[in-house]
């Protein structure tokens, strides 16, 4: 079974967010639900390369305005690169089935801004 390799999910709440996760920092995160038997299901996956605080604050306002997202909770990590936080955006990509319509994500990752990565799950550029 893949895993996300995140800690905990919490609600996707304002609160929630200004205590769990440091402002400034770069890494992954992942919106969600809980099925009837508690288990995270992954909707969509992301990454910022800049302040994952900001990214997953912008998932509240997702919610509000599409409530059939189900993005009720997140699960996020820090990454120590920009590198490190897209090569790990891609695992969780293609082990949840970003590309066979599972996840909410409309297209595969981009690799970060000024540096030229392949994914090491189908090459992409």
Do not use: W
Request: charged content about 25%; proline content about 5%; some cysteine.
């Amino acid at each position: 079974m893949p895993s996300l390799n995140m800690g905990s999910s919490y609600p996707l709440t304002e609160d929630e967010i200004n205590t769990k996760v440091a402002k400034n920092r770069i890494g992954n995160y992942a919106y969600g639900y809980l099925n009837e038997q508690g288990t995270f299901i992954v909707k969509y996956v992301g990454r910022s390369d800049t302040d994952l605080h900001e990214r997953i604050m912008h998932g509240i306002q997702e919610f509000k305005n599409n409530p059939k997202l189900k993005y009720e909770r997140f699960k996020f990590s820090y990454a120590t690169s920009k590198e490190e936080a897209y090569l790990k955006e891609c695992k969780n990509f293609h082990d949840f089935g970003g590309q066979k319509g599972y996840l909410n994500n409309k297209i595969h990752p981009d690799a970060p801004e000024g540096i030229i990565l392949e994914c090491p799950f189908c090459n992409k550029m």
